[in-house]
């Protein structure tokens, strides 16, 4: 099992415990969108993290496990808020380091880069289509295990996720179906590397969604 699929796995796991509660919330009426709000989302993509300084570019991009959870409840009509965790895993994924003038290498480097993020988010359900808008703004950081010398962290930054969904009615409550979604970040170096500016990029995937509501 490569580590991607392992992310997407413990991304699922970490959901069962909230799945459990939501099983015996309170919700309203049968097929709509109102009550207690339970979203969880995990998936595939791709992405990447660079950083820049003096005409040198960093940068780590590949495919990666991405993942969101949002609670929250109805404020009207088919509008949900919630709070929302969001983020991904990408392994060993490919670095390339650029210098203006000079040229770039590039090359495959061993171990995980993690962005993680939270903030507060909205949902909109166009009826009786069932297909949503979805987005969350907050902070984030990025963590790397990769080998040396690029392990460390980033500190806390700017984050938000948006992504478009269709679900299906599988039950009075619980829907089922796919999103697109894009996440973004930008966090000032902390430890990674020799820097003090600032790690950003951009991710996207193909999730799958499981809606309580």
Same mark, same amino acid.
């Given at each position: 099992? #490569?580590?991607?699929?392992? *992310?997407?796995?413990?991304?699922?796991? &970490?959901?069962?415990?909230?799945?459990?509660?939501?099983?015996? @919330?309170?919700?309203?009426? @049968?097929? /709509?969108?109102?009550?207690?709000?339970?979203?969880?989302?995990?998936?595939? !993509?791709?992405?990447?993290?660079?950083?820049?300084?003096?005409?040198? $570019?960093?940068?780590?991009?590949? @495919?990666?496990?991405?993942?969101?959870?949002?609670? *929250?409840?109805?404020?009207?009509? #088919?509008?949900?808020?919630?709070?929302?965790?969001?983020?991904?895993?990408? %392994?060993?994924?490919?670095?390339?380091?650029?210098? %203006?003038?000079? !040229? &770039?290498? %590039?090359?495959?480097? %061993?171990?995980?880069?993690?962005?993680? !993020?939270?903030?507060?988010?909205? /949902?909109?359900?166009?009826?009786?289509?069932?297909?949503?808008?979805?987005?969350?703004?907050?902070?984030?950081?990025?963590?790397?295990?990769?080998?040396?010398?690029?392990?460390?962290?980033?500190?806390?930054?700017?984050?938000? /996720?948006?992504?478009?969904?269709?679900?299906?009615?599988?039950?009075?409550?619980?829907?089922?179906?796919?999103?697109?979604?894009?996440?973004?970040?930008?966090?000032?170096? $902390?430890?990674?590397?020799?820097? #003090?500016?600032?790690?950003?990029?951009?991710?996207?995937?193909?999730?799958?969604?499981?809606?309580? #509501?």
């Amino acid at each position: 099992m #490569n580590r991607i699929t392992s *992310g997407v796995l413990a991304l699922m796991l &970490s959901s069962v415990t909230a799945l459990t509660a939501a099983t015996t @919330a309170c919700a309203g009426e @049968a097929r /709509t969108h109102d009550g207690f709000f339970l979203r969880l989302a995990p998936g595939y !993509g791709t992405g990447s993290a660079s950083i820049e300084e003096a005409g040198a $570019k960093l940068e780590f991009s590949g @495919a990666l496990a991405n993942g969101e959870i949002a609670i *929250g409840g109805r404020i009207s009509d #088919n509008l949900l808020l919630h709070g929302t965790m969001f983020g991904w895993i990408m %392994s060993d994924p490919k670095g390339e380091l650029s210098v %203006s003038g000079v !040229g &770039s290498t %590039s090359g495959d480097v %061993s171990g995980e880069l993690m962005m993680s !993020g939270f903030g507060a988010g909205l /949902t909109y359900y166009l009826m009786p289509a069932n297909v949503y808008f979805t987005g969350s703004l907050g902070v984030g950081s990025l963590s790397s295990q990769l080998e040396d010398p690029f392990k460390g962290d980033s500190d806390s930054g700017f984050a938000f /996720t948006l992504g478009i969904g269709k679900e299906w009615w599988v039950g009075d409550a619980w829907g089922l179906g796919f999103e697109g979604g894009l996440d973004y970040f930008s966090a000032k170096n $902390k430890d990674i590397v020799i820097s #003090n500016e600032s790690w950003s990029g951009p991710s996207y995937a193909l999730r799958f969604s499981a809606t309580f #509501n």
